[in-house]
């Protein structure tokens, strides 16, 4: 295992699994968005300074993906530019990088799970700063993981998982039914690069890696599968009626890709990782959330 591993983002929520899950001989460091902007170059240079890590994982990103199109600059800051800061910082301290992004580098037009080597075309403002942050730590530093995730949820943070719960006295809802992915738990990616991290240290393997979750889904079948779960372990006495509705029927300000399903089978030959299956997760989330 590494010495020393900085982590942004954690108080995401990846960032937090990643702290909640972090193997006892790991030692962290991972400042608040106060202490380390990662858009200020200084910033991140003191960072380095300070905690000289000898591991980088980035989880801090900008997520929202509708308000992406009313505010680019921002996303762009913090989903291309501050990547491209971090992997500068990370290459000047001989410090490897593992970096977080999306299902939404795809425009969602192929019909079969994505693998890393389809070429991406973001449809959305989000996807297209995710993508160009790829890019951007991919041509700055040779030592870099991209890890791909889609549909993420847990116990904590903004998610469709705790949106839908919120919304549980509705009489009826309308989700989106031609919207295929993969929900993933922040938890389940969290010891995915933990894992990771572990073989990284003996064998590095650099480039892009996709992480899912099994069985994929739809919206509409996802929030069917939270409100059967939250009856059971939460005792719902009763449950919104869930209306089917097209993509075109459910005006969003962003556009989202038809097909989010991320093929992982590459991590999973490199690592030694199995399929993940997202209802326990989402069982014990729920029941967390009780
Ligand atoms: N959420 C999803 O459904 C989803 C899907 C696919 C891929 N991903 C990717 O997975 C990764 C983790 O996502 P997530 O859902 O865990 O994110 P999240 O819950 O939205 O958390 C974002 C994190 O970024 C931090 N952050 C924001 N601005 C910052 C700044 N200027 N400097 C430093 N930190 C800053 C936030 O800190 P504060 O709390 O202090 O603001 C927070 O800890 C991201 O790369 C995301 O693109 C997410």
């Given amino acids: 295992m590494f ?3 900085l982590i942004t983002g954690g108080t995401g929520q990846v960032g937090a699994a990643l702290l909640a899950t972090a193997p006892p001989r790991a030692r962290l460091a991972a400042p608040s968005s106060q202490e380390l902007d990662i858009r200020n170059p200084a910033s991140v240079n003191h960072a380095f300074a ?6 980088l994982i980035n989880a801090a ?3 929202k993906v509708d308000r992406a199109e009313d505010e680019p600059e921002l996303a762009f800051a913090l989903n291309a530019e501050a990547p491209r800061h971090l992997a500068a910082a990370c290459a000047a301290a001989k410090c490897p ?3 977080l992004s999306t299902d939404y580098v795809f425009d969602g037009a192929k019909a079969s799970p994505y693998v890393e080597t389809d070429a991406p075309a973001p449809i959305n403002t989000y ?3 995710k993508l160009q942050g790829e890019r951007e730590v991919a041509s700055t530093l ?3 993981l991209i890890l791909r995730v889609s549909w993420v949820f847990s116990a904590t943070g903004a998610n469709f998982v705790k949106t839908m719960l919120g919304l549980a006295a509705r009489d009826e809802l309308s989700l989106v039914s031609d919207q295929r992915g993969t929900p993933t738990s922040a938890h389940s990616i969290a010891l995915a690069v933990w894992r990771i991290l572990g073989r990284w240290a003996k064998a590095p393997s650099y480039g892009v890696y996709h992480f899912a979750s099994q069985p994929e889904t739809t919206w509409h079948g996802f929030a069917a599968e939270i ?4 009856s059971k372990l939460q005792g719902l006495k009763r449950t919104p009626r869930l209306r089917a509705v097209t993509s075109q029927g459910y005006p969003a300000a962003a556009s989202r890709p038809l097909n989010s399903v991320l093929d992982d089978t590459r991590l999973q030959r490199a690592f030694g990782l199995s399929a993940a299956d997202w209802r326990p997760e989402l ?3 729920v029941q967390q959330l009780a």
């Fill in 3 to 5: 010495r020393k591993i």
């Fill in 50 to 55: 300070k905690w000289r890590p000898d591991f």
């Fill in 61 to 63: 990103a900008y997520t």
């Fill in 97 to 99: 990088m593992l970096h």
């Fill in 127 to 129: 996807g297209k700063s």
């Fill in 142 to 144: 040779n030592a870099h």
């Fill in 227 to 230: 409100f059967a779960v939250a």
């Fill in 283 to 285: 069982a014990r989330i």
